[in-house]
């Protein structure tokens, strides 16, 4: 069987099975953990089975995947079983992990899953005034996993829901696509200690803006913070828009460039000004970016 995993660095997991033999209607494959990667705490979101919602359940230190009727896994079928777990006790240390697959007509296959470190790991968003209809800063906050620093060409893109009630599809700038906007680096206190090269970068539905650390940051283990000023908040409060902040480790022109983390958080939009902070909205993915 073929499979793979995603985001095991970032306490979710989304791994893809593809059955060694037929399954028949009822029956289950059973995926199991059995060195130190613990899924036994997790919750479990997107179970599929060949495209279709499935039944999984965790069962010790197990995935179980059961083929409900009238649907079967005809044998060299390529159908694929994919899971995302969330909550999950997994390993942050790279290495190997050793998995085994068993259906009930094959013979247990031993897998070893090679799990890369992380230079990023950890993203919080905060909004200087939360009033409806006023210009803001927003400051990210990256803290990179002890030991590492940020990269050389790493770049954030932080991207903000558009629509009734949500950012406007330029960010109230008025500037166009590709346009460079004003974004600081900031110290633990946010003072600004350098310039960074930002840009927006998609003008539409769900803009973004792009932060290039093009020299990379040796501020491995503590926060790097960036400064985005001038970004209007939505034009009216009560609302509630999505900001997802997505982290890569190389040039977004390398023609596969690997995130390392992205978060989603959900900004409060108040009617009366004040300082916001963003919460997490519950999900923490890592997709390369199928999410599988």
Request: with cysteine.
């Amino acid at each position: 069987p073929n499979l793979t995993v995603a985001n095991a660095a970032f306490n979710s997991l989304s791994l893809t099975v593809e059955p060694p033999s037929a399954i028949a209607s009822g029956q289950s494959v059973e995926v199991k953990f059995i060195s130190t990667f613990d899924v036994t705490g997790c919750g479990q979101t997107g179970c599929t089975i060949g495209g279709n919602a499935g039944t999984c359940s965790i069962a010790g230190n197990s995935i179980m995947f059961q083929v409900d009727a009238p649907h079967t896994i005809p044998t060299g079928s390529g159908t694929v079983l994919s899971i995302t777990l969330n909550s999950c006790t997994i390993p942050d240390a790279a290495g190997t992990y050793s998995v085994l697959i068993q259906t009930p007509t094959s013979d247990a296959v031993l897998y070893e899953l090679a799990i890369d470190p992380r230079p990023w790991f950890a993203f919080s968003v905060a909004s200087l005034i939360d009033e409806a209809g006023f210009d803001t800063e927003f400051i990210i906050e990256v803290e990179p996993e002890p030991g590492h620093d940020i990269p050389a060409n790493g770049s954030l893109v932080i991207q903000f829901q558009s629509g009734a009630s949500m950012f406007a599809t330029d960010l109230g700038t008025g500037l166009a696509q590709g346009s460079q906007l004003d974004c600081v680096e900031l110290n633990n206190s946010n003072i600004r200690i350098g310039d960074l090269e930002c840009y927006l970068t998609k003008v539409g539905t769900d803009p973004e803006i792009t932060v290039y650390v093009a020299g990379g940051i040796a501020n491995g283990g503590s926060y790097f913070k960036v400064g985005i000023p001038g970004i209007a908040n939505p034009g009216t409060g009560g609302g509630t828009p999505n900001i997802t902040v997505t982290g890569y480790s190389e040039s977004l022109s390398a023609p596969d460039p690997t995130i390392e983390h992205q978060q989603t958080f959900s900004y409060a939009v108040s009617a009366a000004a004040g300082p916001a902070a963003c919460t997490p909205a519950g999900t923490d993915l890592d997709v390369n970016v199928d999410t599988a």
